[in-house]
């Protein structure tokens, strides 16, 4: 029988806890490498989702606008049976499947970490493919993080933010002007909870509160990335990956080459 050496196992992100983003766990699974299989370094979200009903039918709640110098409070109603579990469900594996499984981190020629050596003594270098795991937590205490989502009522404008969903955020809008291109609120704050700001705020930054003009991209290819105004992925989304890769290995996050398509291990 093989014997399984769990070499790298889970890495607990350290460091600020940021309130908007950056908080997860990760592992590095080098087991299961072979002549054409990498490693996985899956980063896990675990979201505890509140459901804010009001004390009657109907009432009111503050978006993300809402300051005490400048309230924005907009009507919400109860949510219907079965709503608030399907909205759950709905915005954990879209957004999972938005992030998951999309970037192939390139190991240097330098590293030897994550060699397989096959029964005939051929030596490949694994890649790392990176994936994702979003789940509903089933406590706040099991969580990173803990969001409120409103039930808005029809037709309302309720703007939300990392932390505080309406329903229509697994919907797509469209807020490039004179653009067909598509936007939708959970792959963007999702994006966020992974560590990743605003595009035009030089991306590796989570400034999530950065509203400037520019935060959402100035040109097309800035304001279609899902960090911006739209749905694009680019390489840069991959942060969040490399700097996991360098706390298992050592390795300097710059040093992993980001890929948007499967590179398979390379024989040395
Ligand atoms: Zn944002």
Known sequence: MAEIDFKFGTLIRTGPKLKYG?????????????????????IFIRIW??????????GSYGDSDDTPTNPSKKPIQKWKPG????????????????WDGQFWLKTPKSYNGLNYVSPHRHTYRCNIYCKFDLK??????????????VRAQDGVNFR??????????IK??????????????????????????????????????DNSPTAYGVTAQEMNDVMGRGHSRHDW???PWREAAEAFTGVKAS??????????????
């Open 22 to 42: 950056g908080k997860w766990d990760a592992d590095l699974v080098d087991w299961k490498t072979d002549a054409t299989t990498n490693a996985f370094l899956t």
């Open 237 to 239: 989304h991959a942060t």
């Open 255 to 268: 040093d992993w080459a980001v890929f948007q398509r499967h590179i398979p291990p390379e024989r040395v």
């Open 172 to 209: 797509s809008e469209q807020m490039i002007p004179h653009s067909t291109v598509k936007f939708w609120t959970h792959y963007h704050e999702v994006g966020h909870l992974i560590g990743l700001g605003h595009v035009g705020t030089g991306g590796v930054t989570n400034v999530h509160n």
């Open 160 to 169: 939300s933010n990392a932390v505080l969903y309406s329903q229509n955020d």
């Open 136 to 149: 509903a937590a089933n406590s706040a205490a099991d969580a990173h993080y803990t969001i409120a989502v």
């Open 49 to 58: 989702f509140v459901k804010i009903d009001p004390a009657a039918a109907t």
């Open 83 to 98: 709503e608030f579990e399907r909205f759950v469900r709905n915005m954990t594996s879209g957004a999972q499947a938005f």
